[in-house]
C-alpha cells in the first residue's frame, strides 16, 4: 500500500517522516544506516552518487568530488558544480538526494511513497520552489504540497503543546538558511502565518566559515603555512570547522590540533567569547529580521508569546542567549531542531490542500498591505494553558505569501518606473486576484502585451526579485470596438507559493496564449526616468534612451535586438540620416540602426505648423525649435550603412483628450519617403521600416498602423479595473 510522507530536503541534513499507524502521530523514517536524519551530501565515485555518512566523512576529510550545502542555489540555471567533466546544478543535485531518500524510505518502510509534503526555507521565491518542485518529480517523488520549514516545525511543536492564542515567534537557523516567521494559534488547531521574512544564503555554514578564517589564521601564526592557505592547508582546516563549533557549544575553551604537510603538527586554541565576538555581525542579521517582522505586524517584543527554536546550528549557546536578551524571555528548545520540520510536514502529508482565498488588502502609508484586522494578533486575548491536541485531523495550517507579487508599471503622471503591487506580502494563501486592462490591437492581429513580474515590495522595481517575464500572445484585432479590446489578467500564489499569471480576451472562457521567456539581462532601464529628455540627460551619447509605450529601450539592449530580428532588420552598422515631421502635438522619435542600436530625439510642442528638431548624430546632441518642416539630420553619406532601418514615432502627449494627426517625412540623402496618419492618439506608436542601400536609394520595407504602447507592457496608466477570478 502507497503511503504518503513528508520530507525535510535540508541543506545540510534531510530527513523523512510518515504518520503512524498505530498511534496516529508522526514519526522519523530511519535511513539505510539506521540514523534519523541524511547528511546533505554528496560524494561521487566514478561517476556514481554516493550519500549518508560516507558521503559526510568524505566532505570532512576534504576528499574530492563531494558537494554539500547546494540548496542554497536552488532557483539558478547554472552549474553548481562540475564532476568528471559533467555539470550539475543545484536542482540536479537536489533530484539525486531525493531520490536517495525516497528509495531508503520505501526499503525501511516496505511500502512505496504515494506522494509527499516537502518543505522549503519560507523566504525562498517562486523559482526556488519550482525548482524543488522540478527536483522531485526527477527523484519520482508526486508533490502534494509544498509548505514552508518554520510553519511545519510549528505544527510539530503544537501537537503536544497548543496555546491558544498565542503567538509564536520561530527562529529557524539551518546549516545554509534563515527564516524567522510569526504564527498564531488559534482555537481548535487553528495555526496561521502572520509574517515572515528571511535569508536563504545565511546559515551555520557561515559560523563555519568564521572559524575557519580564525583558524587559518592561528596555525599561519603557529607553523608558518600561507595565511591565505593553498587548497590542501583549507580542506584540512575545513574538515575541522564544524567539530570545533559543536565543541564550543559545550566548551568554552577548545584546543585544535593537527598536522600540515611541510609543516608537521601543530595546536592553537579558540575560545567561545572569541568565537561570538567574531560572529556578532550574523547573530545581529537574523535579529534585524525578527525585529522586521514583528514591525510589519504592528505588535511588540512583549506580544510574542513563546521563541522556538529550530535548525541544528540553535544548538550554538549564543543564539539562546542572543535571543533571550532579545525577548526577556528564554527560547523554547524541547523540540528536536534537527527533526521538528519533517514530523511537521508529516502531519500536512494526512491534509487536503486548501481553496483559494479572496484578496484582502488596504491601503497603508500609501502602499498595499495585507488585511490583518480579524486576525485578532494586536489583541489582548487570554493565552490558554497549553495541552495536546485530541489528533492531528485538528490541527489546519494557514500559510502566507513571503513576497509580496508586483508588476513594473509606469506612475500614473508617467515620469518613473515602479513596482505595482498586486497580491501583497504576508497575504494568506493560495490566493488569486484579476485586473482588466483596455488594450489597442493592431490590425495585422500580432499584438502582445508584456508582463515583468516582481517578488518584493520595495517601490523600485530594480530592489525586487525578477522572476519572470510573461508575454499574452494571440490578441483579437476588433475594429468595431475602435482597435480597442478587454484583456483581463489574473495573478496569483498556488498552495506551494509559486506564481501564475494567466489573460483572456473579453468575456472569453479559455486563456490566451502566454509565454514565459527568460529576463533580460540588463534592466537598468527600470531604474531610470521614463521621460526621454530626463534620460538623454543621464544617459549621455552613446545611451540615449527613449519613452515608448512605457518601456524604456537602451542601445544593444536584448529587447531591441529581438525587436530588430523579429521584424527581418540585421544588427549590424552605423547610420546617418536626416528626418523631418509635421504635427499638431509633441511626438517621440525613435530610429533603431541596423546595428541594433537606438537614437532617440523628441519635438516638444504644441507646434500646429510643425517642428523642426537639430541632431548632430557624431556628437549625439539634441535641440528643439519651431519652424516649417526641414531635413534635421547632418551626416556623411559614406558612413551611412546599408540595411534595414526602423523608425518608431510615438504621440507624447495628447491635449483636451482629442485626436490629432501626423505625418513624418524621412529624407535620407535626396530620397524623401512619409507617411501619414489622421487619428493617433496618446501612446500610440507607428512603425516605418525602410531598406537603405547606395545604389537603390531607400525603399519602404513595411508600414504600420498605430498601436497602443500597452502592446508592451500592462501598466498603470492604462485603464485598468478589478474583475472576478476565474479558475
Keep these: 500500500m502507497a503511503v504518503s510522507v513528508g520530507i525535510d530536503l535540508g541543506t545540510t541534513f534531510s530527513s523523512v517522516a510518515i504518520i503512524d499507524k498505530q ?62 567533466g559533467k555539470e550539475y546544478t543545484a536542482e540536479d543535485l537536489s533530484a539525486l538526494l531525493l531520490n536517495h531518500l525516497r528509495e531508503s524510505a520505501e526499503a525501511e518502510l516496505g511500502e512505496s511513497i504515494k506522494d509527499a509534503v516537502i518543505t522549503v526555507p519560507a523566504y525562498f521565491f517562486s523559482t526556488e520552489r519550482e525548482a524543488t518542485l522540478n527536483a522531485a518529480k526527477r527523484a519520482g517523488i508526486i508533490v502534494k504540497r509544498i509548505i514552508d520549514e518554520p510553519n511545519a516545525a510549528a505544527i510539530a511543536y503544537g501537537l503536544n503543546n497548543w496555546r491558544e492564542n498565542a503567538n509564536i515567534l520561530v527562529y529557524d537557523l539551518g546549516g545554509g538558511t534563515f527564516d524567522v516567521t510569526l504564527t498564531r494559534m488559534g482555537k481548535d488547531g487553528e495555526l496561521t502565518t502572520i509574517t515572515t521574512r528571511g535569508n536563504h544564503e545565511l546559515g551555520g555554514r557561515d559560523w563555519d566559515n568564521r572559524i575557519e578564517s580564525m583558524l587559518i589564521d592561528r596555525f599561519a601564526d603557529e607553523v608558518g603555512i600561507e595565511s591565505d592557505g593553498d587548497s590542501e592547508t583549507k580542506l584540512i582546516i575545513r574538515g575541522l570547522t564544524e567539530g570545533v563549533k559543536k565543541q564550543l557549544s559545550v566548551m568554552h575553551t577548545v584546543k585544535v590540533t593537527t598536522s600540515f604537510p611541510n609543516h608537521g603538527q601543530a595546536t592553537v586554541t579558540i575560545t567561545r567569547e572569541e568565537f561570538e565576538s567574531g560572529t556578532r555581525d550574523l547573530i545581529d542579521r537574523t535579529g534585524a529580521l525578527c525585529q522586521a517582522i514583528l514591525d510589519e505586524a504592528g505588535v511588540n517584543k512583549s506580544s510574542v508569546t513563546d521563541v522556538l527554536l529550530v535548525g541544528g546550528s540553535t544548538r550554538m549557546p549564543q543564539v539562546s542567549a542572543y535571543l533571550t536578551d532579545m525577548f ?45 484586522s480579524k486576525l485578532g494578533i494586536s489583541t489582548n486575548a487570554t493565552v490558554q494553558p497549553a495541552k495536546k491536541l ?74 525586487n526579485q525578477i522572476p519572470f517575464r510573461y508575454v499574452v500572445s494571440s490578441i483579437r484585432h476588433i475594429s468595431k470596438q475602435r482597435n480597442k479590446t478587454l484583456i483581463r489578467v489574473q495573478y496569483s500564489y498556488d498552495h506551494n507559493g509559486i506564481i501564475h499569471v494567466e489573460a483572456r480576451q473579453e468575456d472569453d472562457n479559455v486563456n490566451l496564449p ?101 541632431v548632430d548624430m557624431n556628437a549625439g546632441e539634441s535641440s528643439c525649435t519651431r519652424s516649417a518642416v526641414e531635413n534635421i539630420f547632418y551626416g556623411n553619406e559614406s558612413t551611412m550603412l546599408e540595411g534595414l532601418y526602423h523608425l518608431f514615432v510615438r504621440q507624447y502627449k495628447q491635449r483636451e483628450s482629442t485626436s490629432v494627426g501626423f505625418e513624418v517625412e524621412c529624407d535620407i540623402f535626396g530620397d524623401i519617403v512619409s507617411f501619414k496618419y489622421d487619428n493617433a492618439v496618446r501612446g500610440d506608436v507607428t512603425v516605418m521600416k525602410f531598406q537603405y542601400s547606395r545604389t537603390g536609394g531607400i525603399t519602404v520595407v513595411e508600414s504600420l498602423p498605430p498601436a497602443n504602447t500597452s502592446e508592451n507592457v500592462a501598466n498603470s496608466n492604462s485603464e485598468e479595473r478589478e474583475v472576478e477570478t476565474w479558475d
Excluded at 528548545?333 to 484578496?359: C, F, M, R
Excluded at 503622471?413 to 493560495?430: E, L, M, Q, S, T
Excluded at 523579429?566 to 509635421?582: F, P, Q, T, V, Y
Design 23 to 84: 498511534t496516529n502521530l508522526p514519526k522519523i523514517v530511519p535511513n539505510r544506516e539506521g540514523g534519523k536524519i541524511t547528511p546533505s551530501v554528496i560524494q561521487f565515485i566514478n561517476g556514481k552518487p554516493v550519500f549518508g555518512s560516507e558521503a559526510e566523512s568524505a566532505f570532512n576529510a576534504g576528499e574530492p568530488n563531494c558537494i554539500a550545502t547546494f540548496k542554497r542555489n536552488m532557483g539558478k540555471s547554472e552549474p553548481y558544480c562540475y564532476i568528471d
Design 390 to 463: 485530541s489528533g492531528i485531523g485538528l490541527m489546519n495550517l494557514c500559510e502566507t505569501t513571503a513576497h509580496a507579487m508586483g508588476i513594473i508599471a509606469v506612475s500614473p503622471d508617467g515620469k518613473y518606473f515602479f513596482n505595482d503591487v498586486i497580491i501583497p506580502a504576508n497575504h494568506p494563501r493560495p490566493v488569486k486576484f484579476a485586473k482588466a486592462f483596455t488594450q489597442r490591437t493592431n490590425a495585422n492581429g500580432d499584438t502582445e502585451m508584456e508582463i515583468f513580474v516582481l517578488q518584493g515590495d520595495n517601490d523600485k522595481p530594480l530592489e
Design 514 to 614: 502566454m509565454r514565459r521567456d527568460s529576463v533580460p539581462v540588463d534592466m537598468s532601464i527600470y531604474g531610470l526616468p521614463v521621460d526621454a529628455n530626463s534620460a538623454n540627460q543621464n544617459a549621455g551619447a552613446k545611451g540615449l534612451m527613449s519613452n515608448w509605450g512605457g518601456v524604456n529601450l537602451v542601445p544593444t539592449s536584448g529587447y531591441i535586438k529581438e525587436r530588430v530580428q523579429k521584424a527581418g532588420g540585421s544588427i549590424e552598422g552605423d547610420i546617418c540620416c536626416r528626418l523631418a515631421w509635421s504635427n499638431h502635438d509633441d511626438l517621440d522619435f525613435h530610429m533603431i540602426e541596423p546595428c541594433g542600436n537606438e537614437i532617440q530625439f523628441s519635438n516638444k510642442g504644441p507646434s500646429p505648423s510643425g517642428g523642426l528638431l537639430d
Design 328 to 372: 526577556g524571555k528564554k527560547p523554547i528548545s524541547h523540540i528536536n531542531p534537527d527533526e521538528a520540520v519533517a514530523l511537521g510536514a508529516a502531519v500536512q502529508s494526512s491534509k487536503e490542500v486548501e481553496s483559494y482565498t479572496k484578496l484582502t488588502a488596504i491601503v497603508k502609508d500609501g502602499k498595499k498591505v495585507t488585511d490583518r
